[in-house]
């Protein structure tokens, strides 16, 4: 088994490590299954990519601590999400170990990866996949969230819960409720309190497709509008491959992902039936005003004619009732008429008149009325049971009311009360000897006047003395109870003004609802003729008119959206499949099957739509082109800020470079497939830890590396971020050695590669070099050119990594240097200090340390030129070291030459050397 990355930081508080195993029992036995959590990855292809954490199949112990969860699509979000989340609780504090068959690393990179992100979606997607080593490998940021295939009647509802086996325990989890993904795949039964998984089908070898590794991925980050999860965004998507058009799949209606609140096609409706409502509303309200106002002048006009009318006849009558009374006064005072004479008189006057039924002359001692005379119509009195006692009683009731006639003052009063029938009385001041010493009395029948009041149409007439009390009105029995009627506002209206005529709108609390009433003054005894008329029924027209209109107006309203409904669909499809087709660009499928439906501006879009679907296509298979031959930080800074790459820049960066020894040996003897997959393996890895610590590949150059860190992004502690890559490549080689030398892989001397690496850190040149037409992003200077000698002269001092002081000084704390010379090196006059780099000060040995403290105060006694120690000490040092160490023989065969021959006291210690 062989770790194949780096610990990768895992949702914050854990780590990921892959793990490259055979799948064969020997493979298992040597792993300490104590350590973390193992997780066996297995994938299957169903229609669409699906992963599980597979139980163990052999070779490991019960109790292993492990993760099983059965078969999910990389398109299932929710249930992602909660493998996200259960991992994090997990894995706290731990590292996770992935057990995955060969071929498929890239599918687990991206499934974590996807988990990750998954997990927290506020992280960048670029900065997962550089972390996890997929940058390159994908083509765009744009896959779906959700499966374009169609859901089965027995699709997952919900998930099973992820199960922790081994000596910590059978299950952590039991919150998630169990429903079946398929009747005949999967079980879930409780036992004792414990959830047991058990599945009913294994899928076969064959079914299981493994890929390449370096196969595009089909899954993605995404993010979607979710019934029960938050979007997420995606940043791996499978690479774009041209398709059949029979094959690119019709848009029919808008994926369920890209609902919106409102759609076009209800806004449509509710904007033109607002305008349709405001607008009939307006006419209907104006209309209805309109009508309201002229049935009220109307009513006003009608009124006011119809009390003046009535009030003038009225007028008319009483005064022909006063006329008369005042004659039958002559009569019964005039002195020296025989009274068989003036009874006749009489007689034939009450049967002219049959109305009069009591007149009476009073006079007035002491304020006390004093009957002379008086008569009574005899026909009447014996028609009904009214005696004389009771005219007296009437006359003795509105004593004081009747009195004010001595003051020369009219007075009509409602004598109705204790009558059968209704009727009024009238006192006006009569003479007698040429004074006004007495008061005519007379009773009459309202008969005199009421057919003026009649009930006709929708108008109430009556008539009020001016006292306020009703003398006539249509409702007999308000007569007849001397009803007083001055709280009504039109009544007390009347009473209180000057002007003989009036109108006002009033509401009648007693009545109920609001009035319309006009009044008149008949001009005798303050009495008047008022007419009403309820506005209720005087706007019943108006109001029937515009329930009418409502009625119309909602019939028009929905024939209107009927219309609306039918017509926006003309309008709203076309748009409908251009959102869709957005999703499905969206989603890296530029091939979209929609085609202009109209002539109009939308049909035009549409057009220009699928042009520019096309052109996303071209562009996103130059950016696939460009993440497979550029390092993608570079391809990402160009898209920002293309110019400025190519003006190019003076930035301080650390140069890398490193390189296969012996390669010429090693390609000479494999076979083309082989020379390429041993390669393919060894960049692979290298790089990944190069993109690890943030470096940026420049390029390859055969079986050679070149990277830089700090451009063209800046990266804080770049000198320190290089020299880790450097260490964790020469351990990383290590253990492809030991796994290419326990399976008998490649050749005997690749079995025993090695590489060479030098680093540097100064000012240089980066940016796009080259001609307009062709540029490649590189860096240049003596910066770069004395890392690149620096790894050549890794084969002279026989170490992996050489670094120069500007990488020693920032990396003593965390790393441990030697100091190995003092060279000049080709192209270069100024002496250079060069160290070699040894590894981690956590992992270098004692005996290590010791053999490079040796070494430096050998070299020291070197530059003093005291050559017999300086041999002794670097002699010493390869003791120390315990290993053949070919810088120490190399320098002390520079000791044993200079002892011959020595180099003078102006020597300064700088070895010149002649060579690359």
């Not at 990179?109 to 990750?116: D, I, K, N, Q, T």
């Amino acid at each position: 088994m062989i770790e194949i990355s780096a610990e990768i930081p895992f949702l914050r508080t854990s780590k990921l490590s892959f793990l490259l195993w055979d799948e064969s029992p020997g493979s298992l036995e040597t792993w300490d299954w104590n350590e973390g959590i193992t997780i066996f990855f297995q994938t299957r292809r169903a229609g669409e990519l699906e992963f599980r954490f597979g139980p163990p199949l052999w070779g490991i112990p019960t109790d292993t601590n492990r993760i099983e969860f059965p078969f999910v699509s990389i398109h299932n979000i929710p249930t992602n999400k909660y493998l996200a989340s259960e991992l994090s609780k997990l894995g706290e504090g731990k590292t996770i170990y992935v057990l995955l068959p060969k071929g498929m690393e890239l599918e687990a990179r991206s499934v974590f990866a996807r988990l990750e992100y998954l997990w927290d979606d506020k992280v960048s997607p670029d900065r997962i996949t550089h972390k996890f080593g997929l940058t390159g490998k994908t083509s765009s940021v744009a896959d779906s969230t959700v499966s374009s295939l169609p859901i089965s009647k027995k699709a997952t509802l919900s998930h099973p819960p992820l199960e922790f086996v081994g000596k910590s325990g059978r299950k952590k989890e039991r919150e998630a409720v169990l429903v079946s993904a398929n009747d005949s795949e999967v079980h879930f039964e409780e036992v004792n309190s414990e959830l047991v998984y058990e599945e009913r089908e294994e899928i076969s070898p064959e079914e299981e497709s493994p890929n390449h590794p370096y196969d595009l991925i089909e899954s993605s980050f995404s993010e979607s509008e979710d019934p029960v999860t938050e979007s997420v965004k995606t940043d791996l998507a499978p690479e774009s491959k041209p398709a059949d058009p029979k094959d690119i799949p019709e848009i029919h209606s808008l994926d369920n992902t890209a609902n919106t609140k409102f759609s076009l096609q209800l806004k449509m409706m509710g904007v033109i039936s607002f305008l349709f409502a405001l607008s009939v509303s307006v006419i209907i309200f104006f209309a209805s005003f309109y009508f309201k106002r002229s049935i009220e002048l109307q009513l006003r006009d009608n009124n006011i004619r119809i009390a003046e009318i009535i009030g003038s006849k009225v007028k008319s009558d009483i005064l022909g009732v006063v006329e008369k009374g005042r004659q039958i006064a002559i009569t019964l005072t005039t002195q020296g008429l025989p009274e068989a004479e003036r009874r006749l008189l009489i007689k034939t006057f009450f049967q002219n008149d049959k109305e009069f039924i009591y007149l009476g002359i009073f006079e007035k001692k002491e304020n006390t009325l004093i009957m002379k005379r008086e008569v009574f119509n005899e026909e009447e009195l014996k028609k009904s049971s009214v005696t004389e006692e009771d005219f007296h009683a009437v006359v003795n009731r509105n004593r004081d009311a009747l009195a004010e006639a001595f003051n020369g003052q009219a007075v009509l009063l409602n004598s109705s009360p204790g009558f059968q029938e209704p009727s009024f009385a009238i006192a006006i001041p009569t003479s007698e000897n040429g004074e006004l010493d007495n008061a005519l009395v007379m009773i009459v029948k309202l008969n005199k006047i009421i057919g003026a009041f009649s009930k006709k149409g929708i108008e109430t007439t009556f008539m009020v003395n001016g006292n306020g009390t009703a003398l006539a009105h249509p409702k007999e029995d308000l007569v007849l109870a001397a009803t007083d009627l001055a709280s009504m506002p039109i009544v007390k209206s009347m009473l209180t003004s000057a002007p003989n005529t009036g109108q006002m709108s009033y509401v009648d609390e007693e009545l109920g609802g609001s009035y319309l009433g006009s009044f008149q003054k008949i001009g005798f005894a303050d009495a008047g003729v008022i007419t009403i008329v309820s506005e209720e029924k005087a706007f019943a027209d108006v109001y029937k008119s515009q329930k009418t209109n409502l009625y119309i107006a909602g019939i028009g309203l929905c024939s209107a959206l009927i219309f609306v409904f039918f017509f926006s669909k003309t309008i709203t499809k076309p748009v409908l499949q251009l959102l869709t087709a957005t999703l499905e660009i969206a989603k890296g499928n530029f091939k979209i099957g929609i085609k202009p439906t109209t002539q109009d501006e939308v049909g035009l879009l549409t057009k220009y739509f699928i042009d520019m679907g096309a052109g996303l296509e071209e562009r996103e298979k130059v950016k696939n082109i460009l993440g497979s031959m550029i390092d993608p930080v570079v391809v990402q800074e160009a898209m920002v800020d293309l110019a400025a790459l190519k003006r190019g820049s003076e930035t301080l960066i650390t140069a890398f470079f490193s390189d296969v020894a012996s390669f010429s040996t090693i390609s000479e003897q494999l076979k083309s497939a082989d020379l390429a997959a041993l390669l393919n393996e060894y960049l692979s890895a290298m790089t990944l830890l190069l993109k690890k610590h943030e470096g940026v590949l420049d390029k390859y150059i055969g079986d050679a590396i070149v990277g830089i860190f700090n451009a063209p992004v800046p990266v804080l502690d770049h000198e320190l971020k290089a020299a880790r890559a450097s260490v964790d490549m020469v351990m990383k080689l290590g253990e492809l050695r030991e796994y290419w030398t326990k399976n008998n892989l490649y050749s005997k001397e690749a079995q025993v590669m090695d590489a060479r690496i030098g680093l540097n850190s100064g000012p240089a040149k980066v940016g796009f070099m080259g001609t307009d037409a062709l540029a490649s992003y590189t860096m240049m200077g003596d910066t770069v050119n004395l890392a690149a000698r620096l790894e050549a002269a890794g084969k002279d001092y026989g170490v992996n990594i050489l670094i120069t002081d500007p990488i020693r000084d920032p990396i003593q704390g965390e790393m441990v240097t030697r100091y190995l010379d003092l060279v000049r090196v080709k192209g270069k006059t100024e002496p250079v200090k060069i160290h070699e780099l040894v590894g981690y000060r956590s992992m270098v040995t004692a005996n290590q340390i010791e053999a490079a403290e040796i070494y430096e105060s050998g070299f020291k006694a070197y530059l003093e030129q005291n050559w017999s120690l300086a041999i002794k000490l670097f002699t010493d040092s390869e003791n120390a070291k315990g290993s053949k160490d070919k810088s120490s023989h190399m320098l002390i065969e520079r000791c044993e030459e200079y002892k011959i021959n020595p180099p003078g006291n102006h020597w300064d210690g700088v070895f010149t050397r002649t060579h690359k």
